[in-house]
């Protein structure tokens, strides 16, 4: 068989491809004699890497001497996860590939976590760990992982180089996969003594990834198709996933949207795909969701579908999601297509394209609000009859709710919010309104508690000039609150707002409602017995801390915290354990049993449609 040549794979990758994609002042270099390490350091600078996370270790360190003179900011991490968080927080916040660094065997395993994070909501990053030498590969030598093994199912593609003279094409192909089709996570395993051997540097490399060919433009006869199930429909939603964020689609979304009057759910990975205060906007679906958008979804004969992938917590119990809804499913990613739910016309293809097209193709029978005025009397009221809200708690406590959304309304749009995982983070997608893009945070499918510190970092270092706020619970801040350290002696300064309710406050939540609060192993010590003391540990990692605790004084500390912009601030916001997260779908459920509150559930009138 012939193998191809890059001539022949132009229409698919070029190094004109990447540069595009990660740095499009990328020049020719001319061949230079160097180490393996020295042509690492050199096609990340000429693939325009401006900082890389990491920490260095022993089968990595040769690459750390050239990185001494390089142009690439190096920031030096606490702990491997923390740098993978970091890269995925600044390829959040930016849309670049985000880079981290790791040494072998454990250097390279704590990063499994962050790079399962990056594949479940496809994030471009590229690891770079660093592999025993070649001879010892498979003999069980000093700090060994097969970490090119471990994270197959968890890549996109991941490379072990075998020769020093292949890095700058790898490196080249690894930034391409990254950032081309759907984004994710490439690893890039270099033994030893590959970095330590000599070879002869030049950029650009022949790029070599025979098959490898997204599909950006969606067929046009499924297109035409979608547009007559539009204008078919009486009932159509559109469900909107992270993938518009990923393709740069918000703006065709908004014309779509307007176009049509078709009303607009958005994922928690959509978040800020379409402004928060747009009156077609219904909120987020799924156990968590509002109660307009969960409706709409199970009641609707269309939903077309834009980067979206039925995920479990959106859909609910499956066989009972959306009964009556034809589907067109758009997605970059075929496998996505069909996997948890068969879609009528599937459409494989960039969300920026398949937006702009499906435009073209509505824009003759396109009416506007006007064109489902039952639909949209019907969800107006059930949006009157069901707004989020929280109660008060009846024992002088905080309420958790209260201070997010006064910290949105404080803080505003502008700013990027990074949330943990967990109660903290459902009210920080419920109560901060997000009116643009790329402000709003957060590990959707993996769940990784940990992701916030380190993500802020990463968004920060991506935008100085943008004010970034972690919203973390003290659980989650207990995991990664290290790199608090590495924000102030590099001078970044992210805000910490710790939601402190002394538990673990989702599974207290699930212990309340199925474990006849039977609270087995949630109580966190951090009320009872301030342990730690969220106050002493920020100043004991160069950061300024403050404590709130009362309801008259959220605000004054909020403001405190905007004033400070020459070092990390974290606040300790003391709040009641006992609040919950409402709307609810319990997980196995159908979505038709949504909780508005404890026991309390929805009741949809027979003539709501």
Same mark, same amino acid.
């Given at each position: 068989?012939?193998?191809p ?5 132009a ?8 540069a ?10 001319a ?15 000429? &693939?325009?890497?401006?900082?890389a /996370?990491?920490? #260095?270790?022993?089968?990595? +360190? %040769?690459? !750390?001497?050239p990185?001494?003179d ?6 030096l991490?606490?702990h ?17 590939v985000g880079?981290?660094?790791a ?20 994030v ?5 760990t660093g ?6 590969i ?8 097969d ?5 197959l ?9 075998q ?11 690894a ?6 089709g ?12 590959? &970095?330590q051997?000599?070879t002869? /540097?030049?950029w #650009?490399?022949?790029?070599d +990834? %025979?098959? !490898? ?6 067929h046009?006869?499924?297109i ?45 990975m ?10 077609q906007h219904?909120?987020?679906p ?17 939903l077309?579908t ?16 959306a009964?009556d ?15 948890n739910?068969h879609a ?12 702009d ?5 509505v824009s003759?029978t396109?009416g506007?609000?006007d064109?489902y005025?039952?639909?949209w ?5 059930i949006?009157?009859?069901?707004p989020l809200?929280y109660e008060e ?19 505003g ?15 920080a997608?419920?109560?901060i309104k997000?009116?643009?893009?790329g402000?709003?945070l957060?590990s959707g499918?993996a ?11 990463g968004?920060?270092?991506a ?6 706020w ?7 801040f207990?995991?990664?609150n290290?790199?608090?350290a590495?924000?102030a ?13 002394g ?24 009320h ?17 801390g ?7 004084d ?5 403001k ?7 070092a990390?601030?974290v ?6 354990k006992d ?9 196995g ?13 929805p009741?949809?009138?027979?003539d709501?449609?």
């Amino acid at each position: 068989m012939t193998r191809p040549t890059p001539e022949s794979l132009a229409h698919r990758v070029t190094p004109a491809t990447v540069a595009a994609a990660v740095n499009p002042a990328s020049t020719t270099v001319a061949p230079v004699a160097t180490t393996g390490a020295g042509a690492l350091v050199r096609s990340l600078e000429a &693939l325009g890497v401006e900082v890389a /996370f990491g920490i #260095p270790g022993g089968a990595i +360190l %040769p690459a !750390y001497d050239p990185l001494f003179d390089s142009k690439v900011r190096h920031i030096l991490v606490r702990h491997e996860q923390g740098a993978g968080h970091a890269a995925t927080g600044y390829a959040q916040a930016t849309g670049k590939v985000g880079v981290c660094i790791a040494t072998s065997g454990p250097g390279a395993t704590n990063l499994v976590t962050p790079i399962a994070d990056a594949y479940m909501d496809s994030v471009p990053i590229v690891a770079i760990t660093g592999q025993v030498g070649r001879p010892y590969i498979g003999t069980d030598a000093f700090q060994e992982a097969d970490i090119q093994g471990i994270t197959l199912p968890i890549t996109k593609h991941n490379f072990l180089v075998q020769n020093a003279e292949e890095l700058p094409r790898i490196l080249a192909e690894a930034f391409h996969l990254a950032a081309t089709g759907r984004p994710g996570p490439v690893l890039v395993d270099i033994p030893k003594d590959v &970095l330590q051997s000599q070879t002869t /540097f030049q950029w #650009p490399p022949a790029l070599d +990834l %025979p098959g !490898y060919r997204p599909t950006l433009h969606p067929h046009g006869k499924q297109i035409r198709e979608a547009a007559r199930l539009i204008a078919a429909a009486k009932r159509p939603v559109l469900y909107v996933g992270g993938g518009v964020h990923k393709a740069g689609a918000t703006d065709g979304l908004r014309k779509l949207a307007e176009l049509t009057g078709i009303p607009v759910v958005t994922t928690l990975m959509g978040i800020g795909a379409f402004p928060d205060s747009h009156p077609q906007h219904l909120g987020m679906p799924g156990m968590h969701g509002t109660v307009p958008a969960v409706y709409a979804m199970q009641k609707a004969d269309l939903l077309v579908t834009l980067g979206a992938r039925f995920d479990d917590r959106v859909t609910g119990k499956l066989d009972s999601f959306a009964p009556d809804a034809k589907i067109v499913h758009a997605d970059i990613d075929p496998a996505e297509i069909g996997k948890n739910r068969h879609a009528d016309v599937p459409i494989v293809g960039d969300a920026r394209h398949v937006i702009d097209e499906l435009i073209a193709a509505v824009s003759s029978t396109a009416g506007g609000t006007d064109q489902y005025p039952a639909w949209w009397s019907t969800l107006n009221d059930i949006r009157e009859r069901y707004p989020l809200g929280y109660e008060e708690p009846t024992d002088g406590t905080l309420a958790p709710q209260y201070v997010i959304e006064r910290l949105g309304e404080i803080v505003g749009p502008d700013a990027i919010y990074c949330a943990g995982v967990g109660q903290h983070q459902m009210w920080a997608s419920q109560f901060i309104k997000y009116e643009k893009p790329g402000t709003w945070l957060n590990s959707g499918g993996a769940g990784t508690m940990g992701y916030a510190v380190p993500a802020a970092m990463g968004a920060k270092v991506a935008q100085p000039g943008t004010t970034v706020w972690a919203i973390d619970g003290d659980g989650c801040f207990q995991m990664t609150n290290q790199e608090l350290a590495t924000c102030a002696l590099e001078g970044i300064p992210i805000k910490v707002a710790v939601i402190n309710n002394g538990n673990l406050g989702m599974v207290r939540q699930w212990q309340t409602l199925f474990y006849d609060g039977r609270y087995s192993n949630t109580e966190l010590g951090t009320h009872k017995h301030r342990i730690p003391d969220f106050v002493k540990l920020a100043e004991a990692l160069g950061c300024v801390g403050l404590r709130c605790e009362s309801k008259d004084d959220v605000d004054k500390v909020i403001k405190q915290a905007m004033e400070i912009n020459d070092a990390p601030v974290v606040i300790d916001f003391t709040v009641g354990k006992d609040a919950m997260v409402w709307p609810m779908v319990a997980a196995g459920t159908s979505n038709d049993e949504i909780m508005f509150a404890r026991d309390v559930r929805p009741t949809f009138d027979e003539d709501d449609l």
